[in-house]
């Protein structure tokens, strides 16, 4: 069981915008930053957020992430066929001392 | 072209022992600290340890710890994984991330990932 709790599925419709949240503890999510990365099987994750909101560069701006207290969540707007993969959050955890992670989502596009 | 090649996965008896390497390609590999993360069958990512840029520090997770061993050849921009003392539950795809961001462990990311390498324990 991960550190770090998603819901194990979300969905939309293109063009639609949907949320991923991330719940951790004061640990982990209340007192550090969290990034986010997208994943599809058999490839390399890919990082999509860092430090809580902060996006890469080449990342499209449809992309945001938000935190408030001990929670974080992904926004993706204007969904697109292209987002269809897993997503999961990561932070450090103080109590651990170690990274942990959340179990993933996995984001269909209907 | 920023990446990273894990490579050395397989499928070993419980009690074995195997060496994962992550080549990195397209920039100064001493300047950075990597960490290997794995991912057993059906589950999320569970993160091994990290290695500093110098070396000079390692941290491992409690599940790993006096099993797995990190190391880097920086003259062959390599990173190592060796584990020993094989379990079942050792059984992941291990893939290799470089450590990214301000120099604060707690603040850090990761960026980019291999593509990862399967490793099977079973007898």
């Known amino acids: 069981q991960s550190v770090l709790t998603q819901p194990p599925s979300a969905s939309g419709t293109p063009g639609q915008r949907v949320t991923i949240s991330c719940s951790g503890s004061?640990?982990?999510?209340?007192?550090?930053?969290v990034n986010w990365y997208q994943h599809l099987p058999g490839t390399a994750p890919k990082l999509l957020i860092y430090?809580?909101?902060q996006r890469p560069s080449g990342v499209p701006d449809r992309f945001s992430g938000s935190k408030s207290g001990t929670s974080a969540s992904l926004a993706i707007s204007g969904l697109q066929s292209e987002d269809e993969a897993d997503y999961f959050c990561?932070?450090?955890?103080?109590?651990?001392?170690?990274?942990?992670f959340g179990g993933g989502t996995k984001l269909t596009v209907l | 072209q920023v990446q990273l090649v894990e490579s050395g996965g397989g499928e070993v008896q419980p009690g074995r022992s195997l060496r994962l390497s992550c080549e990195a390609s397209g920039f100064t590999f001493n300047n950075y600290g990597f960490h290997w993360v794995r991912q057993a069958p059906g589950k999320g990512m569970e993160w091994v340890g990290v290695i500093w840029y110098d070396g000079s520090k390692k941290y491992y997770a409690d599940s790993v710890k006096g099993r797995f061993t990190i190391s880097r050849d920086d003259s062959k921009k390599t990173l190592y994984l060796q584990m020993n003392s094989l379990r079942v539950e050792d059984t992941a795809v291990y893939y290799c991330?470089?450590?990214?961001?301000?120099?604060?462990?707690?603040?850090?990311?990761?960026?980019?990932w291999g593509q990862g390498t399967l490793v099977t324990v079973s007898s």
């Open positions: 991330a470089r450590d990214l961001g301000t120099g604060n462990i707690r603040t850090n990311w990761f960026g980019p």
């Open positions: 430090s809580d909101n």
């Open positions: 990561a932070a450090w955890d103080d109590s651990l001392s170690g990274w942990v």
């Open positions: 004061s640990s982990n999510i209340g007192s550090n930053t």
